[in-house]
């Protein structure tokens, strides 16, 4: 399983960078747009926090097919490292797609909603395909379900692509994503917690704590 940061939040991102084996970093235009601040200060500042090793994966707010790849050209020139343009599926998405594979840069393409948008997305060269699985399980249609089904069709037809299910709302979707074998998730910092949160795990380290202290006070093993 790859952990991705999907946030904009710097904050956020310096602590999941620093707690968690966090791979990366995914925004898409509503992610910036909420931080209200100037754009290429913000991906670089992520570019910064999370160094040219880790992923970052940025959506272009292009719609036609050679301004895509030209945005893309500009986002890979000014952050560097680990890079992944992210299109929308679409015919000129796809377009693009192709022509950035053969320029060899990274591309995740997003607002998948079926298998069939995340076959044809591998087969023009995305290297992640990013479905929504809390969008669909809101619409009754079972995003871990679509997720499988993507993983399954990319193993069958030996696709060099990823699934990256994102737009989680709960701990409990990421746990089934994982189920179905899905490769690769991106999540807020609340959601990436709750992934290791417990309430038994909280109970049971209060009860090493007291039992300890109770024998040796605030004494520690480096004490002794
Ligand atoms: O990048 C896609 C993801 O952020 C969408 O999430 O919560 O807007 O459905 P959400």
Redesign the pocket.
Known sequence: MIYIL?TADLAAIKHCNEFYPLAGV?T?P??IAKAKTDFWKLVKDIRAIIGEDKMLHVQTTQTKAEKIVEEAKLLKKELGGEFYVKIPIGEEGLKATMELHKLGIGVTM?AIFTPTQALMAAKAGADFV?P?V??LDNIIGDGTEVVAEIVNQLEIYGMDCKVLA??F?NAEQVHKCASVGCHSV?VTDDIMKLLISHPMTDAAIQGFDKDWQGVYGEKTILDF
Do not use: L
């Open positions: 999907d995914t898409n509503s992610i997003t990013a929504y809390n969008r994102a737009s709302k991106t």
